[in-house]
């Protein structure tokens, strides 16, 4: 039996189809029905009229779910999880942190969901390019208010930030004496859209 091709389709011939129908099935794209977000009884209700009960449907999910309102608190078993494995990481990070000053603040666990704070952020090429005018000028108070020798940047250490624009940054310094020891520095400073844009709020030598 003798075959026949249709017109060529991006450069490749494909044999007739039997019938239109076939034909129609080449050519017709049905677009696919978008789904449904799944309704629960629940949210057709009034708030006062809920109760614990039903929110039963959740109680075996793997996510986490929590419903509040005036007359009770509903969580099912994730996030009666989730709850006790927040307290014992935010019990570890007050215990860990407990004795540490802003320059030295440590991330509050991701787990928690908390934002705010003091806490630290990486150190990238870009973050001490952008800090170190800051400290330069730091630095140059901290030589305009103290007797004694002048000291000149090196490099920045690290910083640790709480929203706001403020900085708390660890740097270093030596004295404009060749062959001096590095010292470190802490400052407090902010950057903001402000006039100046940076504002020195402290500048000593690091202590501890």
Same mark, same amino acid.
């Not at 787990?111 to 630290?120: A, D, E, F, L, N």
């Given at each position: 039996?003798?075959?026949?091709?249709?017109?060529?389709?991006?450069?490749?011939?494909?044999?007739?189809?039997?019938?239109?129908?076939?034909?129609?099935?080449?050519?017709?794209?049905?677009?696919?029905?978008?789904?449904?977000? @799944?309704?629960? &009884?629940? *949210?057709?209700?009034?708030? #006062?009229?809920?109760?614990? $009960?039903?929110?039963?449907?959740?109680? =075996?999910?793997?996510?986490?779910?929590?419903?509040?309102?005036?007359?009770?608190?509903?969580?099912?078993?994730?996030?009666?999880? @989730?709850?006790? &494995?927040? *307290?014992?990481?935010?019990? #570890?990070?007050?215990?860990? $942190?407990?004795?540490?000053?802003?320059? =030295?603040?440590?991330?509050?666990?991701?787990?928690?969901?908390?934002?705010?704070?003091?806490?630290?952020?990486?150190?990238?090429?870009?973050?001490?390019?952008?800090?170190?005018?800051?400290?330069?000028?730091?630095?140059?108070?901290?030589?305009?208010?103290?007797?004694?020798?002048?000291?000149?940047?090196?490099?920045?250490?690290?910083?640790?930030?709480?929203?706001?624009?403020?900085?708390?940054?660890?740097?270093?310094?030596?004295?404009?004496?060749?062959?001096?020891?590095?010292?470190?520095?802490?400052?407090?400073?902010?950057?903001?859209?402000?006039?100046?844009?940076?504002?020195?709020?402290?500048?000593?030598?690091?202590?501890?």
């Amino acid at each position: 039996m003798s075959t026949n091709f249709d017109t060529p389709l991006f450069g490749v011939s494909r044999p007739a189809p039997e019938s239109c129908d076939e034909r129609g099935k080449w050519v017709k794209c049905e677009p696919k029905p978008k789904p449904k977000s @799944k309704k629960y &009884e629940w *949210e057709s209700k009034r708030v #006062e009229d809920l109760d614990m $009960s039903d929110f039963s449907m959740f109680d =075996d999910d793997i996510e986490p779910f929590m419903f509040i309102c005036a007359r009770f608190i509903y969580k099912n078993k994730a996030q009666i999880q @989730k709850d006790k &494995e927040i *307290e014992v990481a935010m019990a #570890e990070y007050r215990e860990c $942190s407990r004795n540490l000053s802003v320059f =030295d603040a440590i991330p509050v666990p991701k787990i928690s969901g908390k934002c705010g704070g003091v806490g630290p952020l990486p150190m990238t090429d870009d973050r001490r390019l952008f800090l170190t005018p800051a400290c330069h000028l730091a630095l140059d108070n901290y030589n305009a208010e103290n007797q004694g020798p002048n000291f000149v940047f090196v490099d920045v250490v690290k910083t640790t930030y709480r929203p706001g624009g403020f900085y708390y940054i660890t740097f270093q310094a030596q004295e404009e004496i060749p062959n001096s020891p590095v010292i470190a520095f802490q400052a407090e400073v902010r950057i903001w859209r402000t006039d100046p844009p940076i504002i020195i709020k402290s500048c000593a030598i690091k202590t501890t």
